[in-house]
């Protein structure tokens, strides 16, 4: 029975660590921004669209980075962004600038909480 006790508290301990490292997603206020970055090759901007206080388009508008070349940080980025509600996502490896610059459009896109 002490055994039982012991685990069931541990159990609930554990249980209230997690619940507060949780936090929950951002929330902005809904519109439509613009921000802009500094890329491989140039300048790199992007439009961001929230609704209902979630990032809900990520779309890069102008850039100069290479076509091909940098097409999967063009393409994934973006779309780590809305799934995540977040801008913490990871960079793609070998595309590592033009996955940062598109991170930092976003954040200089979206309003301060």
Do not use: R, W
């Not at 500094?38 to 990520?58: A, K, M, Q, R, Y």
């Not at 996955?99 to 954040?107: K, T």
């Amino acid at each position: 029975m002490k055994k039982f006790m012991t685990m069931s508290l541990v159990l609930i301990i554990v249980a209230v660590i997690l619940a507060g490292c949780g936090g929950g997603s951002a929330s902005y206020e809904d519109g439509t921004y613009e921000g802009q970055a500094e890329g491989h090759n140039g300048p790199l901007s992007v439009s961001v669209e929230v609704t209902d206080g979630e990032i809900s388009n990520v779309e890069v508008v102008e850039h100069e980075e290479s076509d091909g070349i940098a097409d999967p940080a063009l393409e994934q980025i973006p779309a780590s962004i809305e799934e995540n509600n977040s801008t913490d996502v990871d960079a793609i490896s070998e595309v590592t600038v033009t996955s940062e610059a598109i991170i930092e459009a976003v954040n200089d896109a979206l309003p301060s909480e």
